[in-house]
């Protein structure tokens, strides 16, 4: 039997909603994928207090926990996770990164932007996808194009009608991306 592709989902920041009383993108990820995947979306440190240190610390045990994982991050579990992996040294291996909703810091806020050093790391991480609805009114689309500025590789998907949360029943875009990875390269 072949072993399930591990799929790790960073939430945004505050309490993170449930479906069935799991983190909404498990359920959402586990019926679009289907066998083969195991989604794991833990409730990340004091959410409502969140840090980039503690949420930091948490992504690289798990990462050190599992063989390379397909990464989804959405909002500011997006943003730590892409700091993260700009920072490491070295680089855990990944099979792709998913990120939604990402807030693209100011450098008036030193715990979460990018330093130039970092942004400059960017376009060595791949393959990325960056997914931002026009009608989020928490992360403008503006975010997503400086992203895509500073990550030329990445596939970029402006959508409709998904707010901020992408709190849906399915996500047909995430899905057939994940699928579409090479599953046997890292």
């Given at each position: 039997?072949?072993?399930?592709?591990?799929?790790?989902?960073?939430?945004?920041?505050?309490?993170?909603?449930?479906?069935?009383?799991?983190?909404?993108?498990?359920?959402?990820?586990a019926q679009g994928l289907g066998d083969g995947?195991?989604?794991?979306?833990?409730?990340m440190p004091d959410p409502e207090n969140p840090h980039y240190q503690a949420w930091a610390d948490q992504i690289g045990a798990m990462l050190r926990e599992v063989e390379p994982p397909i990464l989804v991050g959405h909002s500011l579990g997006a943003s730590v996770l892409l700091k993260y992996l700009a920072s490491a040294n070295p680089r855990p291996a990944y099979r792709g990164i998913f990120l939604v909703s990402t807030p693209f810091w100011k450098a008036s806020m030193p715990e979460y932007a990018l330093s130039p050093a970092l942004l400059g790391k960017l376009p060595d991480l791949s393959p990325v996808f960056l997914y931002q609805s026009?009608?989020?009114e928490e992360v403008g689309v503006d975010h997503v194009e400086k992203y895509a500025k500073a990550m030329p590789q990445a596939t970029v998907r402006i959508l409709d009608g998904r707010g901020h949360e992408f709190n849906q029943v399915n996500f047909p875009e995430l899905i057939s991306d994940i699928r579409s990875l090479d599953l046997g390269k890292v």
């Open positions: 039997m072949a072993r399930e592709q591990d799929v790790l989902v960073f939430h945004g920041a505050g309490e993170p909603r449930l479906r069935n009383g799991q983190v909404y993108w498990e359920p959402m990820l995947y195991r989604i794991q979306a833990p409730r026009r009608d989020d």
